[in-house]
Protein backbone atom coordinates (compact mmCIF):
# COMPACT_ATOMS: atom_id res chain seq x y z
CA UNK A 1 0.00 0.00 0.00
CA UNK A 2 1.39 3.86 -0.74
CA UNK A 3 -0.50 6.65 0.11
CA UNK A 4 -0.20 10.03 -1.83
CA UNK A 5 -1.01 12.50 0.29
CA UNK A 6 -0.61 16.45 0.46
CA UNK A 7 0.69 17.97 3.51
CA UNK A 8 -1.59 20.79 3.95
CA UNK A 9 -3.97 18.32 4.33
CA UNK A 10 -2.25 16.84 7.24
CA UNK A 11 -4.88 17.74 9.96
CA UNK A 12 -7.42 15.37 8.26
CA UNK A 13 -4.99 12.49 7.46
CA UNK A 14 -2.97 12.88 10.94
CA UNK A 15 -4.47 10.60 13.10
CA UNK A 16 -5.24 7.83 10.19
CA UNK A 17 -1.47 7.29 8.90
CA UNK A 18 0.09 6.94 12.88
CA UNK A 19 1.77 3.30 12.77
CA UNK A 20 1.91 3.14 8.53
CA UNK A 21 5.47 2.68 7.55
CA UNK A 22 7.11 5.79 6.57
CA UNK A 23 7.83 4.20 2.90
CA UNK A 24 4.39 3.45 2.40
CA UNK A 25 3.85 7.18 2.38
CA UNK A 26 4.42 9.43 -0.11
CA UNK A 27 3.48 13.27 1.16
CA UNK A 28 3.63 15.51 -2.06
CA UNK A 29 4.57 19.58 -0.16
CA UNK A 30 1.61 21.00 -2.22
CA UNK A 31 -0.87 19.79 -5.01
CA UNK A 32 0.36 20.30 -8.62
CA UNK A 33 -2.49 18.18 -10.03
CA UNK A 34 -2.51 14.67 -10.94
CA UNK A 35 0.56 13.87 -13.07
CA UNK A 36 2.69 14.76 -10.49
CA UNK A 37 1.23 12.81 -7.72
CA UNK A 38 0.55 9.45 -10.33
CA UNK A 39 4.36 9.97 -11.73
CA UNK A 40 6.05 10.06 -8.41
CA UNK A 41 4.12 7.04 -6.85
CA UNK A 42 4.63 5.19 -10.05
CA UNK A 43 8.31 5.80 -9.49
CA UNK A 44 8.36 4.89 -5.87
CA UNK A 45 6.75 1.36 -6.38
CA UNK A 46 8.98 0.58 -9.27
CA UNK A 47 11.79 0.38 -6.69
CA UNK A 48 9.50 -1.97 -4.34
CA UNK A 49 7.30 -3.63 -6.33
CA UNK A 50 8.23 -3.50 -10.29
CA UNK A 51 5.81 -6.11 -11.52
CA UNK A 52 2.81 -5.61 -8.86
CA UNK A 53 -0.57 -4.89 -9.93
CA UNK A 54 -1.60 -0.72 -9.01
CA UNK A 55 -5.19 1.21 -8.61
CA UNK A 56 -5.08 4.57 -8.52
CA UNK A 57 -8.23 6.38 -6.46
CA UNK A 58 -9.20 9.47 -6.93
CA UNK A 59 -9.96 10.89 -3.29
CA UNK A 60 -12.98 13.39 -4.39
CA UNK A 61 -15.34 10.96 -6.10
CA UNK A 62 -18.58 9.69 -4.05
CA UNK A 63 -20.34 6.61 -5.24
CA UNK A 64 -23.93 6.09 -4.16
CA UNK A 65 -23.29 1.81 -4.92
CA UNK A 66 -20.86 0.81 -3.02
CA UNK A 67 -20.78 -3.03 -4.30
CA UNK A 68 -21.06 -2.08 -7.46
CA UNK A 69 -18.02 0.01 -7.70
CA UNK A 70 -16.05 -2.96 -5.98
CA UNK A 71 -16.87 -5.94 -7.65
CA UNK A 72 -15.48 -3.74 -11.14
CA UNK A 73 -12.42 -3.08 -9.74
CA UNK A 74 -12.16 -6.52 -8.64
CA UNK A 75 -12.70 -7.37 -12.23
CA UNK A 76 -10.55 -5.35 -12.96
CA UNK A 77 -7.43 -6.78 -10.89
CA UNK A 78 -8.48 -10.27 -12.15
CA UNK A 79 -8.22 -8.73 -15.78
CA UNK A 80 -5.10 -7.28 -15.41
CA UNK A 81 -3.26 -9.87 -13.56
CA UNK A 82 -4.06 -11.94 -16.81
CA UNK A 83 -3.26 -9.35 -19.37
CA UNK A 84 -0.70 -7.81 -18.11
CA UNK A 85 0.17 -4.99 -20.23
CA UNK A 86 -3.26 -3.56 -20.52
CA UNK A 87 -4.24 -0.89 -18.23
CA UNK A 88 -8.27 -0.76 -17.42
CA UNK A 89 -9.81 2.24 -16.54
CA UNK A 90 -12.73 2.43 -15.12
CA UNK A 91 -15.85 4.04 -16.35
CA UNK A 92 -19.44 5.04 -15.79
CA UNK A 93 -22.64 5.17 -17.05
CA UNK A 94 -23.73 8.88 -17.42
CA UNK A 95 -27.39 10.06 -16.21
CA UNK A 96 -27.04 13.59 -17.84
CA UNK A 97 -24.71 14.99 -20.26
CA UNK A 98 -22.41 16.86 -17.46
CA UNK A 99 -20.03 19.35 -19.62
CA UNK A 100 -17.62 19.62 -16.63
CA UNK A 101 -16.76 16.27 -16.50
CA UNK A 102 -13.97 13.95 -18.41
CA UNK A 103 -15.59 11.29 -20.92
CA UNK A 104 -14.38 8.41 -23.11
CA UNK A 105 -15.43 7.62 -26.12
CA UNK A 106 -15.45 3.64 -26.16
CA UNK A 107 -13.83 1.44 -29.08
CA UNK A 108 -14.68 -2.11 -29.69
CA UNK A 109 -15.40 -4.93 -27.26
CA UNK A 110 -12.53 -6.76 -25.61
CA UNK A 111 -13.87 -8.90 -23.08
CA UNK A 112 -16.70 -9.52 -21.00
CA UNK A 113 -16.79 -9.27 -16.99
CA UNK A 114 -20.04 -9.69 -14.56
CA UNK A 115 -19.64 -5.92 -14.08
CA UNK A 116 -20.16 -5.47 -17.94
CA UNK A 117 -18.05 -5.32 -20.52
CA UNK A 118 -14.93 -4.12 -21.00
CA UNK A 119 -13.91 -1.92 -23.74
CA UNK A 120 -11.22 -0.34 -25.98
CA UNK A 121 -10.71 3.27 -25.39
CA UNK A 122 -11.01 5.36 -28.53
CA UNK A 123 -10.81 8.87 -27.92
CA UNK A 124 -10.41 10.84 -24.37
CA UNK A 125 -12.84 14.33 -24.00
CA UNK A 126 -12.00 16.09 -21.29
CA UNK A 127 -14.61 18.68 -20.04
CA UNK A 128 -16.25 18.77 -23.96
CA UNK A 129 -19.29 21.95 -25.06
CA UNK A 130 -22.09 20.67 -23.52
CA UNK A 131 -23.21 20.17 -27.49
CA UNK A 132 -19.92 17.24 -27.83
CA UNK A 133 -21.19 15.77 -24.40
CA UNK A 134 -24.87 15.53 -25.16
CA UNK A 135 -23.29 14.16 -28.37
CA UNK A 136 -21.24 11.71 -26.40
CA UNK A 137 -24.20 10.55 -24.25
CA UNK A 138 -26.22 9.60 -26.86
CA UNK A 139 -23.90 7.58 -28.82
CA UNK A 140 -22.88 5.52 -25.24
CA UNK A 141 -19.72 7.44 -24.10
CA UNK A 142 -18.83 7.25 -20.26
CA UNK A 143 -18.03 9.49 -17.48
CA UNK A 144 -14.12 9.15 -16.76
CA UNK A 145 -13.76 7.87 -13.50
CA UNK A 146 -10.02 8.37 -13.76
CA UNK A 147 -9.86 4.70 -11.26
CA UNK A 148 -7.36 2.79 -13.29
CA UNK A 149 -5.76 -0.67 -12.75
CA UNK A 150 -2.85 -2.08 -13.61
CA UNK A 151 0.91 -3.37 -13.50
CA UNK A 152 3.53 -0.82 -12.48
CA UNK A 153 5.62 -1.28 -15.22
CA UNK A 154 2.46 -0.36 -18.48
CA UNK A 155 1.47 2.63 -16.15
CA UNK A 156 5.67 3.56 -16.56
CA UNK A 157 5.34 3.05 -20.31
CA UNK A 158 2.28 5.07 -20.35
CA UNK A 159 4.02 7.98 -18.56
CA UNK A 160 6.89 7.48 -20.90
CA UNK A 161 4.68 8.58 -24.13
CA UNK A 162 2.75 10.80 -22.29
CA UNK A 163 4.92 12.93 -19.86
CA UNK A 164 8.84 11.68 -20.08
CA UNK A 165 9.71 14.91 -18.32
CA UNK A 166 7.75 14.45 -15.22
CA UNK A 167 8.93 10.60 -15.35
CA UNK A 168 12.73 11.69 -15.83
CA UNK A 169 12.06 14.04 -12.64
CA UNK A 170 10.89 11.62 -10.33
CA UNK A 171 13.15 8.56 -11.15
CA UNK A 172 16.35 11.15 -11.51
CA UNK A 173 15.17 12.17 -7.42
CA UNK A 174 14.33 8.77 -6.39
CA UNK A 175 18.08 7.68 -7.53
CA UNK A 176 19.88 10.96 -6.20
CA UNK A 177 17.92 11.19 -3.00
CA UNK A 178 20.16 10.56 0.37
CA UNK A 179 18.53 8.71 3.21
CA UNK A 180 16.81 11.53 5.46
CA UNK A 181 16.73 14.18 2.88
CA UNK A 182 13.27 12.99 1.00
CA UNK A 183 11.32 15.99 2.30
CA UNK A 184 13.91 18.65 1.19
CA UNK A 185 14.19 16.90 -2.19
CA UNK A 186 10.03 16.39 -2.55
CA UNK A 187 10.29 20.45 -2.09
CA UNK A 188 12.98 20.96 -4.58
CA UNK A 189 11.00 18.83 -7.01
CA UNK A 190 7.64 20.25 -6.34
CA UNK A 191 8.97 23.56 -6.61
CA UNK A 192 9.87 23.02 -10.36
CA UNK A 193 6.53 21.69 -11.50
CA UNK A 194 3.97 23.53 -13.31
CA UNK A 195 0.19 22.52 -11.73
CA UNK A 196 -0.51 19.37 -14.23
CA UNK A 197 -3.44 16.96 -14.97
CA UNK A 198 -3.05 13.18 -16.26
CA UNK A 199 -3.94 12.53 -19.30
CA UNK A 200 -3.81 9.03 -20.72
CA UNK A 201 -2.91 8.92 -24.82
CA UNK A 202 -4.72 6.21 -26.49
Not at 21 to 48: D, E, F, K, M
Not at 98 to 111: Q, S
Request: a neutral charge.
Amino acid sequence: MLLVLTRTHERFYGEHIRGIPTCNVLVQPYNRGTAPAIVSSATRLQAVAPNGVVGFFPSDHHFKHNETLVGAVNEAFQHVESHGERIVLLGVTPDSPEDGYGWIEPGGPLHRTNAGPMLEVRRFWEKPSPDIARNLMRAGGLWNSFIMVGRVRAFLEMMRRSVPHLLASCASMGAAVQPGMEEAALDALWSSFQPAIFLMRC
